[in-house]
């Protein structure tokens, strides 16, 4: 009781007595990267647009289908436009696949964004959008395509630092008790790498789906009781796994 009211004091919801205890002998750690070991409020810094296609046309229809997603980068699209003074409209027929992508119709134009493997079936990816997206991981910044009509109009790219506390809270839990520490996130393995080694992550799991994550907690409880930590609509079965 006395450790559900401390934690309540600093904003720690406890679900029970028999919740704390478990986390006690918890020795396996999942994390999720964007939003939990990223400081979860990333920034479009650059727009990169293929063949003919205009930069502001195309962020403003993929601005305006990003209105209606929760996931973090969507929201960063979103600023990103507004801060340019874009005009957005509201999409039509939407249809988002958590950890993959979005796509609908806005103004007439059919449009779909998220990642590469993703946008890829849909339309293909020419040849300078691999190199923006070979730069982007090696920068270890996030990069999102956008395709017009059926072709890859551009890519954006989003920057989202490490939290500063990040190296030193992963420290002190292994000081706790917690033997093993994961990574799984969906992004781009560069990406994922890059973030993973500059907080000193035991394993990173990479381009992981929710339906991934999830697998990841299931095959980490061979290990010991394990704890996942994450924040986005698509760490919901992995939580509810764990």
Known sequence: VAGISQAARRGIIVKGGAALEALARATVLLLDKTGTLTAGSPELSDVEVFGDHDPEDALRLAASLDQVSAHVLAAAIVRGARSRGLALEFPTDPREEHGNGIEGTVAGRRVALGKSAWIAPRASLPPRAREVRRRSAMEGSSCVFVAIDGTVAAAFILDD???????????????????????????????????????????????????????????????????????GVNDAPALAAA
């Not at 706790?176 to 394993?203: K, N, Q």
């Open 161 to 231: 630092p490490i939290r500063p506390d990040g190296p030193r809270v992963i420290r002190s839990l292994r000081r706790a008790g917690i033997e093993r520490v994961v990574m799984v996130t969906g992004d781009h393995p560069d990406v994922a790498e890059s973030v993973g080694i500059a907080l000193g992550v035991d394993r990173i799991l990479s381009e992981r789906d929710p339906a991934d994550k999830v697998d990841a907690v299931r095959a980490e409880r061979e290990a010991g009781l394990t704890i996942m930590v994450g924040d």
